[in-house]
């Protein structure tokens, strides 16, 4: 099993930037896909960034530009650095990581919840106007 947990959230101002952090514990195998969510009650939740066994980061349209995804899957740790933030970043963040992914599957544009068997508890991010 595999256990994942969230750090770095918090309150900020529009314009600022936080940086989350994902750090594993439990047994890990296989390079993983590694990967970002979030969610804001009411809505579905929705994959921020994704990287790949390789290192290769793909981001939803509406935080290209302005969030960066890193980590390294061996250790399945990642980071999303968030700058620029506005207050429809506002959502409790998920990271999100699974062996099984194949190179494909693990990108933004195609990702998805069911996808991904090993989640965190979230971190909450919210920015003031």
């Known amino acids: 099993a595999l256990d994942l947990a969230e750090s770095g959230g918090g309150s900020v101002q529009s314009g600022g930037s936080l940086r989350l952090a994902c750090t594993a514990s439990g047994s890990t195998g296989p390079t993983y896909c590694m990967a970002w969510f979030r969610q804001v009650p009411g809505k579905l939740r929705e994959v921020v960034a994704a990287?790949?066994?390789?290192?290769?980061?793909t981001y939803a349209e509406s935080v290209k530009g302005r969030f960066t995804i890193s980590g390294n899957n061996r250790k399945i740790t990642s980071y999303l650095e968030m700058n620029s933030l506005s207050p429809d970043d506002t959502a409790m963040y998920y990271c999100?990581?699974?062996?099984?992914?194949?190179?494909?599957?693990?990108?933004?544009?195609?990702?998805?919840?069911?996808?991904?068997?090993?989640w965190g508890q979230g971190t909450q991010v919210t920015v003031s106007s």
């Open positions: 999100a990581a699974d062996g099984g992914v194949g190179y494909f599957v693990c990108r933004a544009q195609t990702l998805g919840v069911a996808d991904l068997g090993y």
């Open positions: 990287i790949d066994a390789d290192g290769r980061a």
